[in-house]
């Protein structure tokens, strides 16, 4: 039968953000093929974890419950994952672009003997595209991402493939719960059945993660900075009308590379994609590579200098004036307000 399928990351019996969105979008594209979204998960300790997934819409939950499947490793995940689709074959697989997805997802094609397009940001069912090769396809995914740097954005569809194979982008899907009483059919499947020694030749010793403090991706208000801050010091501007605003800051990829502010804090083709309720851009000019991860902010307000800085174009206000004159100003008020 036809259906959406959504590989899904669990730790510590949390599902990864990525995993709910990509069930939001799958949902998204379920319904408009007219199918089910089935999705599976494999982990430790996952009593109740359906309840973190059903609402998403989800008919058919795959789940292995196993001390051995946390952390992730290759092998048994792939093996567990490739039975599940060889058996339910479905026409969609979604993963994150995320470490565990980008090697997940090509090993598995390379199983199944489909295609893979990697770090999509748009996902949609259509036929705009093949209409160009002259065939009927209507009911086919396609997938646009970034490509040659950010100068164009491609669109890939793998009309001969089965499955229809993507990564996507972390962030750019919106969650959305689709039925918070929805009520998946929970399928267990058990992992010393389908796995063998061989599924564990590798050992994880230590991890070490990655202490971040950073989270544009859900912050309400990003103030930003780009090469027209000038300097690290300046960024004390943003940060100050960051912290009144009770938001985070942010910075363009020429303001990382200029060391005005650390690569964590980048935002773009390269760095977070983030959707924030306000988003203002200091001494930004707008390059794709920028917008591409900032353009579905509720409401953007520009300072430039240049009034005809490309930014211009998505923002919602713009204020034509130096950022040192401007940004002040900004603080003062709202200090005062
Ligand atoms: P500039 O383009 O130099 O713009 C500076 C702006 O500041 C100008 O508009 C200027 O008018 C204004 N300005 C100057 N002085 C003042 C002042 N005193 N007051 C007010 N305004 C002032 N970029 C990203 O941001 N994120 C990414 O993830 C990213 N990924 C990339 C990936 C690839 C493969 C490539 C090739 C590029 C990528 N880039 C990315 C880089 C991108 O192409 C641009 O070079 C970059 O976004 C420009 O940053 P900027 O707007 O800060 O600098």
């Given amino acids: 039968m036809k259906s959406v399928f959504v590989y899904c990351e669990v730790e510590n019996k949390e599902v990864a953000e990525i995993s709910q969105e990509l069930l939001s979008a799958g949902k998204r594209l379920a319904q408009k ?6 999705a599976m998960l494999f982990g430790k ?7 973190q997934i059903s609402p998403y819409g989800v008919d058919k939950l795959f789940i292995s419950d196993d001390s051995r499947l946390e952390p992730y490793r290759t092998l048994p995940h792939a093996a567990l994952a490739h039975k599940v689709l060889k058996e339910q074959d479905p026409q969609i697989v979604l993963f994150g672009a995320t470490s565990v997805g980008r090697d997940l997802a090509p090993r598995l094609a390379s199983k199944l003997n489909c ?19 002259k065939k009927e396809y ?17 669109n890939i569809i793998n009309w001969d493939m089965h499955p229809q194979m993507a990564t996507v982008r972390e962030g750019v899907m919106k969650k959305e719960i689709f039925d918070a009483n ?22 994880v010793i230590e991890r070490h993660i990655e202490e971040s403090s950073v989270n544009l991706k859900d912050a309400p208000i990003i103030v930003a900075g780009g090469y027209g801050v000038g300097s ?18 942010g910075g363009s990829r020429a303001a990382v590379d ?10 773009g083709q390269t760095g977070t994609t983030v959707r924030p309720k306000l988003y203002i851009a200091a001494g930004i000019s707008g390059a794709i590579q920028h917008t591409a991860g900032m353009q579905d902010a509720s409401m953007i307000i520009s300072i430039n200098n240049d009034p005809d800085a490309p930014i211009n174009a998505i923002a919602d206000y713009v ?19």
């Fill in 182 to 203: 929805y009520k998946s059919e929970i399928i267990k499947l058990n992992a010393t059945e389908v796995l063998n020694d061989e599924d564990f030749v590798v050992e």
């Fill in 115 to 133: 295609g893979l397009t990697a770090d999509t940001t748009i996902l949609d069912i259509g036929d705009h595209f093949v209409k160009k090769e």
């Fill in 232 to 249: 690290k010091e300046n960024f004390d501007l943003l940060r100050n009308l960051a912290n009144i605003l009770g938001g985070e800051v």
């Fill in 138 to 154: 209507t009911d086919l995914l396609y997938a646009i991402r970034p490509a040659f740097g950010g100068s164009i954005m491609a």
């Fill in 45 to 51: 300790d996952l009593d109740g974890i359906e309840n």
């Fill in 33 to 38: 093929l007219g199918c089910q979204l089935d």
């Fill in 258 to 267: 200029a060391g005005f502010i650390d690569h964590n804090r980048q935002i």
């Fill in 319 to 337: 204020i034509t004036g130096d950022l040192g004159v401007v940004l002040p100003k900004m603080i003062k008020f709202y200090k005062e307000n």
